[in-house]
């Protein structure tokens, strides 16, 4: 048994602001390749406004699509009432909700710090530190390689970079 349990968002929060639009097929392929890899808990989608969060204008067909492995818990974020009605008929049986003191709240990070860390990263971490997590990194590092060619840019994790420069 595992006493460390990684929950991933990446397939909502790393996906969301992403400006190319990613392909529905694309996201489910990462979230059943994470599933796979052994998560145990994957942030799915965003049950918001398509206006406000493009990206997760296809949640509903998201969760439709996916591939609910035993074991796995899928989750979803909601803003309000609309979007939890949107998450339950979605199949959806855990949700995250975000609220803000105030209308402008705003949050500050160290410089040159994201606030994220790619999946990845705290694997290649917590494995180094002979934490068991019942996750295969490789599986992982290939879930996050294959879903790369429908962003506009390089992945982020500092593992990737590494492992790329030390095939060079």
């Not at 400006?19 to 996201?27: C, D, F, M, R």
């Not at 591939?67 to 974020?77: E, I, M, N, S």
């Not at 290649?124 to 992982?140: F, N, Q, R, S, W």
Request: charged fraction near 20%.
């Amino acid at each position: 048994m595992s006493l460390i349990t990684v929950y991933d968002v990446g397939p909502r929060d790393g996906l969301q602001n992403e400006a190319a639009p990613i392909a529905t097929a694309a996201k489910v392929a990462l979230i059943d390749r994470l599933s796979a890899a052994g998560l145990p808990a994957i942030e799915v989608a965003a049950f918001v406004s398509p206006r406000w969060v493009p990206q997760m204008a296809d949640a509903a067909e998201v969760c439709a699509a996916i591939a609910r492995r035993p074991g796995t818990r899928y989750a979803a974020l909601v803003p309000n009432a609309q979007g939890l009605e949107r998450a339950l008929a979605a199949g959806i049986t855990e949700v995250g909700v975000f609220a803000a003191a105030s209308e402008t709240f705003s949050r500050r990070y160290a410089p040159g710090a994201s606030g994220n860390l790619a999946t990845e990263d705290l694997l290649y971490l917590l494995h180094g530190l002979d934490l068991e997590t019942g996750i295969d990194p490789d599986a992982v590092l290939a879930a996050s390689t294959a879903l790369e060619p429908a962003l506009d840019h390089p992945l982020p994790s500092r593992y990737v970079q590494a492992r790329r420069a030390a095939r060079t």
